[in-house]
């Protein structure tokens, strides 16, 4: 899918964040080749060193320039969009703090990641190209966090 090069950061850490839908979907499974411990140092290392700062950049920057320059926003999209930033982030902490092995959580949350990229590539993502002036979407790319597998 064609983005706007300004979402590029975006899109670029939305391809890692389905790697690790892949990962987590498979814990447990005979498609598994990790034990448990590592993934879950995959997953926080992915969560603290990209995934945080990746939902504020649309949190705090990306959604609102949306609500301010769209003539009719979707807002039930934004508003699941954030809901499902919330459940992702409660399933994080839940895996991180619980010392118990919980495969089906850790598959829920691979479930809900992919979902949840999908529906900001194919749904959200197009709805802001079209109504934010593309200077802003310029501004906007130049206050997201770069992400440390690509640097982009």
């Known amino acids: 899918m064609k983005r706007h090069e300004a979402l590029n950061p975006l899109s670029h850490h939305h391809h890692h964040a389905l790697l690790m839908a892949v990962e987590m979907k498979k814990a447990g499974t005979k498609d598994n080749k ?5 993934l879950i140092r ?12 990746h939902f504020r950049d649309e949190e705090e920057t990306l ?3 949306y ?3 769209a003539e009719n926003a979707n807002t039930e999209l934004v ?4 809901y499902q930033h919330a459940q992702i982030r409660g399933l994080v902490h839940s895996l991180r703090e619980n010392q118990q092995t ?7 949350l ?8 999908r529906l900001e590539e194919r749904e959200l993502f197009p709805l ?11 501004q906007a790319n130049g206050k997201f966090h770069r992400d440390s597998y690509s640097g982009y």
């Open 102 to 108: 919980s495969y089906d959580k850790m598959q829920q």
């Open 63 to 65: 959604y609102p320039l």
């Open 42 to 53: 995959e997953l926080i290392d992915f969560w603290e060193g990209d995934e945080e700062d």
């Open 110 to 117: 691979g479930n809900l990641l992919e979902k949840h990229v």
């Open 79 to 82: 508003k699941e969009v954030l």
């Open 34 to 38: 990790k034990k448990y411990k590592e």
């Open 67 to 69: 609500l301010v320059h």
């Open 128 to 138: 802001i190209e079209q109504a934010v002036p593309e200077k802003y979407l310029y």
